[in-house]
């Protein structure tokens, strides 16, 4: 089996995982919406089920006709034709493929990986033109895996042209911006307290350096301070978390939004230089309250303690 295929099987696995994340406001200049599985007919659920299994099976052939049947009886299913245009494509039918991905885009679940697979497809057609365009449609329309540009072969013609190179920069520039966005919810000024509502201090987030990274500054009633940077690294599209304090505590770690909650883990450095562990959760309750806590560990992650738990409310704007 080609190299090309085989890595194309890989990318079909990892593509059914992608699909549950794409956020349902990318593509909004898609018009169709897929119809709900209770929607189906009986005979259509079916058949569908039949085609999803040969697919399953990498029975291409089989999925491909079965699709087609599918389709036949009900052209509103968007995954039926993304799970055919891959089906054409891992066989190496192109124009077939190049079709059933066009179709896909239609539907607003499948736009931003229809449109990069029909880049995929013009490339290995050798035709750079279309190839590009296609990938630039998809980037625009929140397609954002840089790690497929890097290593999909089906890109492999196109890597030489200067525009590939322009490509990946506008991938990571896309994927920086939308992150800085990201933690909107912390920028502004604070009332920290404890989560029985004991005043605690205060603490200013601002956004820095157009939004790439976030600072907080705050300050305990009892007078101690601390300072924390954030910054989204494109590389890993995780954000890199370091807090000092002013007795020279370090928290250092990384980590990324999970449901509306920061989650950061790394290495707690303690005074006298020797390191635990930390896990740190910055949840976003309302517009105008938050819970920030962090848990330390002293036995490699055995046991957990507990060492900050706060709640910010924001600051009333001054009149």
């Known amino acids: 089996m080609p190299i090309r295929t085989q ?14 994340l794409v956020p349902c406001g990318w593509a909004q200049s898609a018009s169709r919406q897929e119809p709900p599985m209770q929607e189906l007919s009986k005979e259509e659920a079916r058949m569908l089920a039949e085609a999803n299994q040969a697919f399953a099976d ?33 066989m190496g039918q192109l124009d077939e493929a190049i079709i059933a991905h066009q179709k896909a885009t239609e539907f607003q679940r499948f736009r931003a990986l229809g449109l990069y697979n ?9 035709d750079k033109d279309k190839a590009f365009h296609y990938l630039n449609l998809a980037l625009d329309a929140g397609f954002q895996s840089k790690q497929f540009l890097d290593t999909d072969t089906d890109l492999d013609f196109l890597r030489s042209d200067e ?91 990384s980590g990324e939004m999970q449901d509306k909650q920061l989650v950061i883990r790394g290495d707690h450095i303690r005074l006298d230089g020797s390191k635990g562990l930390f896990k740190l959760s910055l949840q976003n309750q309302t517009q105008d309250k938050l819970r920030y806590g962090i848990e330390v560990s002293t036995d490699a992650g055995k ?11 924001r600051k009333a704007s001054a009149s």
């Open 7 to 20: 890595w194309k099987l890989m990318t079909i696995i990892l593509v059914g995982w992608w699909l549950a």
């Open 58 to 90: 990498q029975d291409w052939a089989k999925a491909a006709q079965l699709y087609k049947a599918v389709l036949e009886k009900n052209p509103k299913i968007g995954s039926a034709w993304h799970h055919l245009g891959y089906s054409y494509h891992v």
């Open 118 to 126: 029909l880049a995929c497809a013009y490339s290995l057609k050798k």
């Open 163 to 253: 525009r590939f190179a322009q490509v990946i920069k506008k991938a990571l520039r896309t994927s920086v911006m939308e992150a800085s966005l990201q933690l909107d919810f912390w920028v502004g000024r604070w009332d920290v307290c404890s989560s029985q509502g004991v005043p605690l201090g205060t603490a200013i987030v601002e956004k820095k350096e157009n939004g790439k990274c976030l600072s907080e500054t705050w300050k305990a009633n009892g007078g101690s301070s601390g300072t924390t940077l954030l910054y989204f690294d494109p590389s890993d599209k995780k954000w890199q978390f370091v807090c000092v304090m002013d007795k020279g505590e370090i928290f250092r770690g």
């Open 303 to 313: 046991s957990w303690r507990m060492a900050y738990d706060v709640v910010y409310v």
